[in-house]
Nanobody
Framework: QVQLVESGGGLVQPGGSLRLSCAAS??????YAWFRRAPWKEREGVSC????????EYTDFVKGRFTISRDNAKNTVYLQMDSLKPEDTAVYYC?????????????WGKGTLVTVSS
């Protein structure tokens, strides 16, 4: 079992930055990831990081703006979000599992709301 608790969401102006945190407890997972669900849209993957070799993946619409990282000592995964756009507004979910894909994630946090608006 893995428990995941997200934090760091909030209201930010376009062009601003936020850092989301995901505190993990319990068993270790091979992959940790961030997903998001915008209003009236399907959930979509944002970024993923491997616990094995630290490799990362990003979806095209966040490449160059978002950075995923993991602090093994704190058992925490971060998502640094820069140059935020209104279309980044969504509930962001942390997930952990066997593979870097939504169907490979076994555990999910409850989410944290990010609102990008002026």
């Amino acid at each position: 079992q893995v428990q995941l608790v997200e934090s760091g969401g909030g209201l930010v102006q376009p062009g601003g930055s936020l850092r989301l945190s995901c505190a993990a407890s319990g068993s270790a997972a091979n992959y940790y990831a961030w997903f998001r669900r915008a209003p009236w849209k399907e959930r979509e993957g944002v970024s993923c990081i491997s616990s094995i070799d630290g490799s990362t993946e990003y979806t095209d619409f966040v490449k160059g703006r978002f950075t995923i990282s993991r602090d093994n000592a704190k058992n925490t995964v971060y998502l640094q979000m820069d140059s935020l756009k209104p279309e980044d507004t969504a509930v962001y979910y942390c997930a952990a599992g066997r593979l870097c894909a939504s169907w490979g994630m076994d555990y999910w946090g409850k989410g944290t709301l990010v609102t990008v608006s002026s």
